[in-house]
Nanobody, 130 residues
Framework: QVQVVESGGGSVQAGGSLRLSCAAS?????????MAWLRQAPGKEREGVAT???????TDADSVKGRITISNDNAMSPLYLQINSMKHKDTAMYYC???????????????????????WGQGTEVTVSS
């Protein structure tokens, strides 16, 4: 059974920073995989934030472009999402998903954005105050 656990959420003032972590465990890790962060604000649909692919690429959404860094050292280490210059619109529940296979970061962004995976965490909540 694959387990995905997000952490690092909390309350932060506008302009501040947070680093979210996503730890996946419970299986012999795939040789090729991709991982993504999505978020869902109250009353809104879930949207993609950023993606990391084991092929070496990353993507990020226009809404966070220039403000985030997504990183993952190897298949057994957590996926990190650093968000800087936080804005009120970053307030949301942040979810991490894992997909096995060879996908470019952009393709992974599309697939996980559609929910194409059974491997999701319960989310970590981020609140940005003025």
């Amino acid at each position: 059974q694959v387990q995905v656990v997000e952490s690092g959420g909390g309350s932060v003032q506008a302009g501040g920073s947070l680093r979210l972590s996503c730890a996946a465990s419970g299986y012999s890790f795939y040789s090729w995989y991709c991982m993504a962060w999505l978020r869902q604000a109250p009353g809104k649909e879930r949207e993609g934030v950023a993606t990391f692919s084991s092929t070496g690429g990353t993507t990020d959404a226009d809404s966070v472009k220039g403000r985030i860094t997504i990183s993952n050292d190897n298949a057994m280490s957590p996926l990190y999402l650093q968000i800087n210059s936080m804005k009120h619109k970053d307030t949301a529940m942040y979810y991490c998903g894992v997909l096995s296979g060879v996908y470019s970061a952009a393709n992974c962004f599309t697939r996980l954005g559609k929910g194409e995976s059974d491997n999701w965490g319960q989310g970590t909540e981020v609140t940005v105050s003025s």
